[in-house]
């Protein structure tokens, strides 16, 4: 199975939480290469800008921040040339409130962030799944890998529902979806979740917490292994 984590998470809470499982950082701060460019902040390159026929983007991120819509700033177009992987993010305290996304370069519909997450930033990583080579054999990997031990996913975000806004999508949640043949579909309809359903999800996320405090003093202590896909 795959499991996502926070990368702040103490090695040894990680360790305890999955005995035996193989932990793989995939944060743009990821020391292996082959892990370091599943992140939406890795500069691919040539990766189309949703609704903008003609445009490109060095990454996933780039396209996220350069589409949006502050009360002060429109769209910034350059954003999608930062191959650097640092200074993507455009703040709340330099550009005022955001108001959302707009759709694509050319339009000047706004999206709210329900709509610009399924509109834009899934269909961009997506796409980098499916059309970056060195990608796909990653991911091809840790599927072959995933059939027969745990594997932990590092990410700074860990919400991996799509459905839930209350804060930003984990892309190591993603790329478990997209492994497990669950990522979203592009025809699909899909609705955030709904306060009953939130209350619900905490609830569950309590209920789990627990049970994993109570299986942390029973199971044994085994070796840990770093992920070696190469």
Known sequence: MIYVENKKTKLETIQ????????????????????QILSPFYPHGGIPV???????????????????????QGIDVQTFKNATMKNLKRTVRKYGMPLGHQ?????????????????????????????????????????????DHDIVFLDYNTNTDFR??????SHAGLVKLYIEGNYPSETDK???????????????????????KKTKTENNKEQQTQLNLF
């Open 16 to 35: 305890k939480r999955y005995p035996g499982a193989d932990i793989l950082d995939i944060t743009s701060a990821a020391e292996k290469r082959y892990a």
């Open 50 to 72: 949703p609704f903008s026929k003609g445009v490109y983007a060095t990454c996933v991120e780039a396209i996220w921040q350069g589409l949006k819509v502050f009360k002060h």
């Open 103 to 147: 759709k694509g370069v050319f339009l000047k519909d706004l999206l709210n962030y329900f709509d610009a997450r399924m509109q834009i930033y899934l269909p961009s990583y997506k796409w980098v799944l499916e059309n970056v080579d060195e990608v796909k054999r990653t991911v091809e990997r840790i599927k072959e890998r995933s059939k």
């Open 164 to 169: 839930d806004i209350s804060s930003p999508i």
């Open 190 to 212: 899909y609705t955030p979740l709904s306060p009953e359903e939130m209350e619900q999800k905490k609830a569950a996320k309590k209920k789990k917490k627990t049970l994993s």
